[in-house]
Nanobody, 121 residues
Framework: QLQLVESGGGLVQPGGSLRLACAAS????????IAWFRQAPGKERERVLC????????KYADSVKGRFTISRDKKESTVYLQMTSLKPEDTAVYYC??????????????WGQGTQVTVST
């Protein structure tokens, strides 16, 4: 059974950077597409970025274009979300999710517990 664990969240000042990690246990991530979602207080969950099993990136949120990138390290079975030029509106709980369909489909079967990102002075 695949389990996902996010890490790397925290408090950062506007304009700063963070790198989130989504690590897998119970299975390798090689054959999964992985997406990062976020949910801010009082808002609906938003899909941010997704990466296919072959490493192709798909962006969903216009608000992160040019600032966030997604990558994967198959050796470490980890997917990263590199966030730069962070803004207060990026504050949210960030979740990673996996689907065994290898492509960035609309539904994801496995979810991590989330990591809090707070952008504030």
């Amino acid at each position: 059974q695949l389990q996902l664990v996010e890490s790397g969240g925290g408090l950062v000042q506007p304009g700063g950077s963070l790198r989130l990690a989504c690590a897998a246990s119970g299975s390798t991530l090689d054959y999964y597409a992985i997406a990062w979602f976020r949910q801010a207080p009082g808002k609906e969950r938003e899909r941010v970025l997704c990466i296919t099993s072959s490493g192709e990136e798909t962006k969903y949120a216009d608000s992160v274009k040019g600032r966030f990138t997604i990558s994967r390290d198959k050796k470490e079975s980890t997917v990263y979300l590199q966030m730069t030029s962070l803004k207060p509106e990026d504050t949210a709980v960030y979740y990673c999710a996996a689907t065994p369909f290898r492509l960035c489909v609309s539904t994801f079967d496995y979810w991590g517990q989330g990591t809090q990102v707070t952008v504030s002075t």
